[in-house]
């Protein structure tokens, strides 16, 4: 645990010096050590910021810790900076994937039980929120998570979504800036045929959609059981993924219930990075 937060922490430290990141002389806490205590947070303790400083003052990784709330603040101001980060570790594992094959997939983020929306603070009703998985036969209040992994199954972009979209639709939301050439592997539930022959007219990126039984563009059954196993890498991701998450994510606004989101999934993908 500790070597694995000392070589996170190093990462970030340099990664920073390297974009020439500037903060004020006067801090006690770099952003570096605000990084890696979220970091623990989301891998060792579901989320729980006051656990997380309280383990790095007890076992000596930060000589000063800062309290919660000052901690909070902290952590939102460099919510950009992070993304920044993920990116630029995502393009590095693009750039190691020499299969080309990626998966992109989505999965759900519930807010609150069905019985509780009206009493719902976080979020007010709102329809576009109110979505249905269907593969747990199930509705839910929340958003979806559409995100390409490579074939390891580690992410390497993600979009968050009203959980009412399709993931048809939800795939706009996704930059997809994958390599010259590559595969993109994803089910039924993205079939877009127009998106399809942009995205391999513009950018050469072939979207391999798994054909539903009255398509138009009809495929061999051994493509088809081809990416239905290759799927399987994603849907195990989103398992191991979700099994960092606590039974409830505690937050006090909307905003801080999506940062908290969005860190499960970069701390996930330095982890991964790490035992690649």
Known sequence: MIDNAIAIYCFFDDF???????EDCQRQMNDAEIMLIAFIAMKSFCGHYEKALQYVKESGLCTFVLSKSRFNRRLHGIEDIMHFIFLAVGDTLKDFNTSMEYAMDSFPVNLCHNIRIKNNHLLPY??????????????????????ITTIQGCPVEFAIVPGSWSDSRGMKALPINLPDGSRNISDSGYTDYIAEDLMMECENVWMDVVRKSNSKRKESPYRTYYKNVMRKVIENTFSQITAWFPKRIHATS?????????LFLWSYTFHKALTL
Do not use: P
């Not at 909307?254 to 969005?262: E, R």
């Open 126 to 147: 709102n329809k576009e929120y109110h979505g249905k998985c269907v593969s747990k036969r199930e509705y839910f209040y929340g958003f979806k998570i559409q995100v």
């Open 254 to 262: 909307i905003n801080g219930f999506l940062l908290k989101l969005k």
């Open 16 to 22: 920073l010096k390297k974009i020439n990141h500037k």
